[in-house]
């Protein structure tokens, strides 16, 4: 086992490049941080793209009421 302070730094990177992509991790449901960290993204793109439409469709109820009301008051 050497203690060059390169050879180390290699070993540290491998390791980490377990921990994050092939070991999971039971307290992200047995996902690795890799799988974990996507599967978060998708979530909130889900998010993201739902909040949009509930304003589009918002946008579009606001103006229907607006054109009723326009109608009735002519």
Same mark, same amino acid.
């Given at each position: 086992?050497?203690?060059?302070? %390169?050879?180390?730094?290699? /070993?540290?990177? +491998?390791?980490? @490049? ?8 039971? /307290?992200? %449901?047995? !996902? ?11 979530? @909130? +793109?889900? +998010?993201?793209? &739902?909040? $949009? ?6 946008? !579009?109820?606001?103006?229907? &009421?607006? /054109?009723? $009301?326009?109608? %009735?008051?002519?």
């Amino acid at each position: 086992s050497s203690f060059e302070i %390169g050879d180390l730094n290699q /070993a540290l990177l +491998e390791w980490e @490049k377990v921990y994050n992509t092939i070991r999971p991790h039971q /307290a992200l %449901g047995y !996902l690795t941080p890799l799988e974990f960290l996507k599967q978060y993204q998708q979530e @909130k +793109e889900r +998010e993201v793209r &739902c909040h $949009q439409s509930y304003e589009r469709v918002q946008m !579009l109820d606001n103006f229907s &009421c607006q /054109a009723i $009301q326009l109608r %009735g008051s002519s």
